[in-house]
């Protein structure tokens, strides 16, 4: 089984272009939908976030409301966080994809915003980037109801530049030239990681990564 990281800044177009690879037959799996069960009654993560935070934990799950509120700019804060969720997520990460692995999937997309910044590009076999103009990303993130500049700054201050991630991917989706654009370009990555004749350019960068195939 192939496995794509597909990684991008906030307003880019990810969801948008994970929907395209899961329209080409790709098995999708996405970090965020991960965190929010994690935090949902009944979460593995509900408890252990509501000792380090108190008063974030609400009707048995995770009030996000609150939890940015507590983290608020504090970098110590997002790492205590990141140290109790990041495992829980790994650990559903490995467990969907075994199924997916033995259920015969040929391809899978892990939709991780931090990729890069948590070292899971090490783990798999390409890297896509999902990117667009800056004015772009500005006008959609802007749009989106209770966002303001600061927030989407101090969302943009914890990721890695943009051009940096470009930099480091394998493939690159621009969807700041609309959809058709965008899907064609989902099309051509899929076409060239699923021909046999291809060699993943990250496989020498992880010890495990013929067991994952």
Not at 1 to 12: D, K, P, Q
Not at 16 to 35: I, K, Q, S
Request: glycine share 10%; net charge negative; no cysteine.
């Amino acid at each position: 089984m192939i496995l794509i990281g597909l990684t991008g800044s906030i307003g880019m177009g990810k969801s948008t272009t994970t929907a395209m690879f899961a329209d080409r037959g790709a098995v999708v799996w996405n970090a965020d939908e991960t965190v929010h069960r994690l935090y949902a009654p009944g979460g593995a993560a509900v408890d252990l976030v509501g000792a380090a935070f108190p008063g974030v934990v609400a009707d048995g799950a995770v009030d996000r409301v609150r939890l940015a509120e507590a983290l608020g700019r504090d970098e110590t804060a997002f790492r205590r966080l990141e140290a109790i969720v990041h495992p829980l997520v790994a650990a559903g990460r490995v467990e969907d994809l075994e199924a997916a692995r033995a259920a015969g999937v040929r391809l899978a997309v892990l939709d991780i915003p931090l990729l890069f910044e948590t070292g899971g590009d090490a783990g798999v076999d390409a890297v896509v980037v999902v990117s667009a103009d800056p004015a772009i990303q500005a006008e959609r993130v802007l749009a989106r109801p209770g966002m303001t500049r600061e927030r989407f700054e101090a969302i943009l201050a914890r990721q890695l530049p943009d051009a940096e991630k470009r930099a480091r991917a394998d493939f690159v989706i621009d969807t700041g030239r609309g959809l058709d654009a965008a899907r064609a370009q989902v099309g051509a990555v899929v076409d060239t990681v699923l021909n046999p004749a291809w060699i993943s350019p990250r496989r020498a960068l992880s010890p495990d990564a013929e067991r994952r195939h």
